[in-house]
């Protein structure tokens, strides 16, 4: 099946510096990718839809100025946390949609455990 | 806005017992249903996607069906090993461009050796 990368699997950063995620779909094309956060016994919330070449869409609640993302390619989505804080503690998750694909399935990177001391 | 809930939120049942777990969804107009395992700290792994006009999917011990008109949807798990031990989370994706999933707060499964 398709294989989506999640870079770092884990950080852990000082409260008020900002961390990158990288999110990579290895062998397709994603025009779509999702952004969730999922915190401890709780499931996941979606909190944007990045789409290549254009903004994201965020859901309601969710600062786009907390969390930057950058689709600028049609493998490759980063979600930067600016000015993290330990309430931004949390497990990211991103998943890609395969744009070829008949059946729109999403298929989810292994997710980025965020620890903000 | 859809919602989507899971009931029973655990479950432990002995090795070799089938089982079903159950998934509700408020909106019906759904393009489509999907079925996910996650481990401890883990990403979630794809079980089994119901397109909107389907009524069930099958891979192995699984068979995920799907009621768009009660909202419903259960995934049964046949003959459950301790392999299975794991959170089952259901995602509903909304029609649109976007396709967004709407996931249940999932149910945590426990098959007993």
């Known amino acids: 099946g398709a294989v989506v990368s999640q870079h770092p699997s884990r950080v852990i950063c000082k409260s008020g510096t900002s961390v990158k995620i990288e999110c990579r779909s290895l062998?397709?094309?994603?025009?779509?990718m999702f952004w969730y956060r999922q915190f401890p016994k709780q499931s996941l919330m979606l909190m944007a839809t990045?789409?290549?070449?254009?903004?994201?869409?965020?859901e309601q609640g969710v600062e786009k100025d907390k969390f930057l993302i950058n689709h600028a390619s049609l493998t490759l989505s980063t979600l930067t946390v600016t000015s993290a804080h330990p309430e931004d503690s949390s497990f990211y998750i991103c998943?890609?949609?395969?744009?070829?694909?008949?059946?729109?399935?999403?298929?989810f990177g292994p997710g980025t455990r965020l620890l903000v001391l | 806005k859809q919602e989507v809930t899971q009931i029973p939120a655990a479950l432990s049942v002995p090795e070799g017992e089938n089982l079903v777990l159950n998934c509700s969804f408020t909106?019906?107009?759904?393009?489509?249903l999907q079925w996910f395992r996650q481990d401890p700290g883990k990403g979630l792994t794809s079980l089994l996607l119901?397109?909107?006009?389907?009524r069930e999917q099958t891979s192995g011990r699984l068979n995920a069906s799907l009621d768009k008109s009660s909202g419903r949807s259960t995934l049964y798990i046949a003959a459950s090993q301790p392999g299975d031990s794991a959170t089952y989370l259901c995602?509903?994706?909304?029609?649109?461009?976007?396709?967004?999933?709407?996931f249940g707060s999932g149910t945590q499964l426990t098959v007993l050796p």
């Open positions: 995602a509903a994706s909304i029609s649109g461009s976007a396709r967004q999933l709407t």
């Open positions: 998943s890609a949609r395969d744009a070829a694909a008949v059946q729109e399935t999403q298929y």
């Open positions: 909106d019906s107009a759904i393009y489509n």
């Open positions: 119901i397109q909107s006009s389907q």
């Open positions: 990045s789409n290549e070449g254009s903004k994201a869409t965020y």
């Open positions: 062998d397709f094309q994603a025009t779509t």
